[in-house]
C-alpha cells in the first residue's frame, strides 16, 4: 500500500521529492503519431488483423517487446529503456528514455520509425506527420479497450463539445524536463506556460480534418479550448514570480477525479455528483483513503498546457512529420537548462496580461506565425525564441560522433520560421495545389515514408 496523504504538505513533498542536481537532468519525450490505411486514409481500428493490436504483436514478436496486457488485449509494449503505448484512438506513441543528450533521442526516435514503418507496411497501414487524423470522425473511430479510456470517454461528452475529438483524433508531441529545487520548477512552469501561444504558432501542424481544411492550423490547439476546462488550458497563478509548489497543489486539489486503481482495477469516481481530490483527502471514497500513488495517479488526469510531476511536462506541440519531431525537445532543452536562455526567452512574453495570452494563442492557432504581438510577428518572436534555444544547445557543447551539437536538431524549423512557414502552410499549400484535394495523395505525402529523418 502507497503511503496515506493527509494534508496538503504531504502533496508538495511529492514535488519536492522530483529535485535533481544538474548533473542528474535528462529530456523525455513522448511522440504520439497517427496511423492511418494506405488506401483511404482513415483511422486504422485496434482491433482485426490490419489494426493496430495486430501491428503491436507484429513488433513483440519481431523486436523483442514485451507486451503488456489488460483483459487479455494489447495495449502497450515495454522496451529496454522505452515504451509504446496507444492513446484512445489508436494513436501509437513512443514514451522514450530519459536522455542525456537530443543525440540520445534521436538514436531512439529513428529505430522506432523505422520498426514502426516496417510494422505499419505489413498491415496496410501508414503513420502520417500530422496532428491529427485528417480523415476520420469521431463515430468512425474505435476506442481502446482500456479502462480508463472508458471511464474518461462518457465524461468528456458532460465537460466539453470536442473532449471526445482530442482523445480519438488529436496527436502531440511532449518534453519532460527536470529541475532543481522549487524556485526551479517554478520559474521553468512560468516560462513554459508563458512561451504557449508561441509554441502553438510554431509546431502549428492539424489544418485538416474530416476530409477537408478546418479553418485552423492547429486544430488540435483549438479542440483543447472546449475539451474539460477543469483541468486544461493555461493556468494564471503559474505565471506569478511567487507561484509555489503549494499552489499547483492547491489547483490540482480541485480538479475533479477521474478513477482510483486498486488492485489493477479502476474504480469509476465520475458519476455525479463526483469528487475532488480535496475532498477525497478529506473523507475517502467508501473504505478507499488518498494514498501518494493516488495523487500520482490524480496529477496524470491534469491536461494543462504544461504539466507539473516530479519533472515539467510541455504539451502544446502538435505532432510533427519524423524529421522535426525534435525540434520541441531540443529547443527545451536549449531555453530551460540555461540560466540566461531561460530569462532571455521569458523576457520575449513576460509582458503579455494573461487575456492577451488566450488572445494570442486563439489567433496562433488560426493562422499560426502570422500572429501579430503589437508591432512584433510570431514569425520574429519566433525566430528570436530558436536562437535563444540555439545558443543553449551550443554552450552545452554535447557532440555527436560527427562533432555536431545538439542545436542541428532546430535547423530545419528555424529555417520555416524565418520564412514565416509553418507545417500547416505546407500541407494547406500541397492540399490545394500538387495533391488537388485527393486523400491518396494527402496520404503518400505526409507518410512517414515519404520524410526524411535528420
Not at 480534418?209 to 483543447?224: A, C, E, K, T, V
Not at 475533479?256 to 486503481?261: E, K, V
Not at 493516488?294 to 502538435?318: C, G, M, P, Q
Amino acid at each position: 500500500m502507497s503511503d496515506l496523504v493527509e494534508k496538503k504538505e504531504d502533496l508538495v513533498r511529492y514535488f519536492e521529492s522530483g529535485a535533481k542536481p544538474r548533473s542528474e537532468w535528462r529530456v523525455g519525450s513522448e511522440y504520439e503519431k497517427i496511423a492511418v490505411s494506405s488506401e483511404d486514409g482513415k483511422a486504422l481500428p485496434f482491433s482485426g488483423s490490419r489494426g493496430v493490436e495486430a501491428i503491436l504483436k507484429w513488433m513483440a514478436d519481431r523486436y523483442g517487446y514485451e507486451p503488456e496486457t489488460e483483459e487479455g488485449r494489447i495495449l502497450a509494449l515495454k522496451g529496454e529503456r522505452a515504451s509504446i503505448t496507444i492513446e484512445p484512438g489508436g494513436q501509437i506513441e513512443l514514451s522514450g528514455e530519459q536522455c542525456e543528450t537530443i543525440h540520445c533521442a534521436h538514436h531512439e526516435f529513428s529505430l522506432h520509425v523505422e520498426q514502426l514503418v516496417n510494422a505499419c507496411r505489413e498491415a496496410g497501414a501508414v503513420v502520417l506527420g500530422l496532428g491529427m487524423q485528417p480523415v476520420s470522425r469521431i463515430d468512425e473511430i474505435e476506442l481502446l479497450p482500456k479502462a480508463r479510456y472508458h471511464i474518461m470517454y462518457p465524461y468528456m461528452a458532460r465537460k466539453g463539445r470536442l473532449g471526445q475529438w482530442m482523445m480519438k483524433l488529436t496527436a502531440g508531441v511532449q518534453a519532460n524536463l527536470d529541475y532543481r529545487d522549487e524556485a526551479d520548477a517554478m520559474r521553468k512552469l512560468r516560462v513554459s506556460m508563458g512561451l504557449v501561444p508561441l509554441i502553438y504558432a510554431i509546431f502549428a501542424n492539424s489544418p485538416l480534418s474530416g476530409g477537408g481544411l478546418n479553418g485552423y492550423q492547429s486544430f488540435r490547439g483549438h479542440i483543447w479550448t472546449d475539451t474539460d476546462r477543469d483541468r486544461s488550458g493555461m493556468l494564471e497563478f503559474a505565471l506569478r514570480e511567487d507561484a509555489s509548489f503549494a499552489d499547483y497543489a492547491e489547483y490540482a486539489l480541485d480538479v475533479p477525479m477521474y478513477f482510483l486503481i486498486r488492485d489493477h482495477h479502476y474504480i469509476d469516481l465520475t458519476q455525479p455528483p463526483g469528487i475532488t481530490f480535496r475532498q477525497y483527502m478529506e473523507r475517502g471514497w467508501g473504505k478507499e483513503r488518498a494514498t501518494l500513488e493516488d495523487w500520482s495517479n490524480h496529477l496524470t488526469t491534469i491536461f494543462t498546457e504544461v504539466r507539473l510531476k516530479k519533472y515539467i511536462e510541455v504539451r502544446t506541440a502538435d505532432s510533427q512529420p519524423p524529421s522535426l519531431m525534435l525540434a520541441l525537445p531540443a529547443m527545451l532543452k536549449g531555453i530551460l537548462y540555461t540560466d540566461d536562455c531561460l530569462h532571455g526567452a521569458w523576457d520575449l512574453v513576460k509582458r503579455w496580461t494573461f487575456a492577451e495570452r488566450l488572445e494570442l494563442t486563439d489567433r496562433a492557432q488560426k493562422i499560426g506565425l502570422e500572429t501579430r504581438s503589437g508591432r512584433l510577428s510570431f514569425r520574429e518572436l519566433g525566430s528570436e525564441l530558436l536562437k535563444i534555444a540555439a545558443t543553449g544547445l551550443e554552450r552545452a557543447h554535447q557532440l555527436n560522433k560527427r562533432g555536431e551539437d545538439e542545436s542541428i536538431y532546430l535547423l530545419p524549423l528555424m529555417d520555416m520560421v524565418r520564412r514565416g512557414v509553418t507545417h500547416a502552410n505546407l500541407v494547406i499549400d500541397r492540399w490545394k495545389g500538387p495533391w488537388n484535394y485527393d486523400v491518396k495523395r494527402l496520404v503518400a505525402g505526409c507518410s512517414y515514408e515519404a520524410e526524411a529523418m535528420l
